[in-house]
């Protein structure tokens, strides 16, 4: 069955950086999409980052010129490198993958904080 286990979250002091990873399994990974979302209690899921099969990426605005989302089609892996982080993306952030049905990772969360 398909699988989304997202990794790397954690504590970091703002201006900190940190690397998210969602190992995929259960579907031919260079087929799909993959995206990041983030969520904040009483907020709705927000998107962060998408990735197509062939490597084109989009960002929120929020995070343009501070994240990257790049995939590994040889490991089936999709990854975020979160640079000069803010309070204001404390979340949980969750790996997607496109297409339908859709599928979500169970999250990490991710907290900035001094």
């Known amino acids: 069955q398909v699988q989304l286990v997202e990794s790397g979250g954690g504590l970091v002091q703002p201006g900190g950086s940190l690397r998210l990873s969602c190992a995929a399994s259960g579907f031919t990974f260079s087929w799909y999409p993959m995206s990041w979302y983030r969520q904040v209690p009483g907020k709705e899921r927000e998107l962060v980052a998408t990735?197509?099969?062939?490597?084109?990426?989009t960002y929120a605005d929020s995070v343009k010129g501070r994240f990257t989302i790049s995939r590994d089609n040889t490991k089936d892996t999709v990854s975020l490198q979160m640079n000069n982080l803010q309070p204001r993306d404390t979340a949980v952030y969750y790996c997607?993958?496109?297409?339908?049905?859709?599928?979500w990772g169970q999250g990490t969360q991710v907290t900035v904080s001094s």
């Open positions: 990735i197509l099969s062939a490597g084109t990426t």
């Open positions: 997607k993958r496109g297409g339908l049905p859709v599928y």
